[in-house]
């Protein structure tokens, strides 16, 4: 019945791994989003998509990769993984000027 | 700099009370979206605003796009109002930044 399903919920990954964290939405909306949440810190935005096979980047891209291969996945990419990519990641769907809906997240460790 | 600023960052209440949290805005936002993180990390969607104010229960908001503000009201606290409120506006139509989050405690 969730509207915005995140995998895997926990992930454990060594430093210089590749991690791919996904996102499916049944929403319809034609915008995803990816951000992280760290102490201290409000959501911040990685990336964007206005739909299948656009990604755009957001405030903080450096270190990920986006992939919207459909209107209803989308996909977040850690090539080389850092210590420094600890955090809890959320996707969101939503259209232009409406509210967002978010996903449960996935809290990521890299070691 | 930072588009969306959020007060205060903590706050506890005792059950029965009320208070409100504030964001304010450098720039003129068309939107505004409040959220509660729960105690299991999910993010629920209390109100979207484009203007006025909406309430819900014991919940009231209000967005005043000119001023550049937002607020959120909480009355007759109860322990489970407990959790960290976030807030979000965007002027862009596509994509919102978020507040730093107020981190409310509600005591017996």
């Known amino acids: 019945e969730a509207a915005v399903t995140q995998s895997p919920r926990n992930k454990v990954a060594v430093t210089g791994g590749k991690v791919t964290l996904s996102c499916n939405q049944t929403n319809n909306h034609n915008n995803m989003y990816w951000y992280r949440q760290d102490t201290g810190h409000g959501l911040r935005l990685i990336h964007y998509s206005y739909g299948a096979g656009s990604t755009e980047k957001g405030d903080i891209p450096d270190g990920y990769k986006a992939s919207r291969p459909s209107q209803e996945n989308f996909s977040l990419i850690l090539e080389l993984a850092t210590p420094s990519q600890t955090s809890v990641y959320f996707c969101?769907?939503?259209?232009?000027?409406?509210?967002?809906?978010f996903g449960p997240g996935t809290r990521l460790t890299v070691l | 700099g930072d588009q969306v600023e959020q007060s205060p960052s903590a706050l506890s209440l005792h059950e029965g009370t009320g208070s409100a949290l504030r964001c304010n805005f450098t720039t003129t936002m068309r939107a505004v979206q409040w959220f509660r993180k729960n105690s299991r990390g999910s993010l629920i969607n209390l109100f979207y605003l484009a203007s006025g104010t909406k309430e819900n229960g014991r919940l009231k908001s209000a967005f005043d796009s000119k001023e550049r503000y937002s607020t959120l009201h909480i009355r007759d606290a109860q322990l489970e109002d407990s959790g960290t409120y976030f807030c979000a506006a965007g002027n862009s139509g596509t994509y919102q930044r978020f507040g730093t989050g107020t981190k409310l405690q509600v005591v017996p």
């Open positions: 969101a769907s939503g259209d232009n000027y409406a509210e967002q809906f």
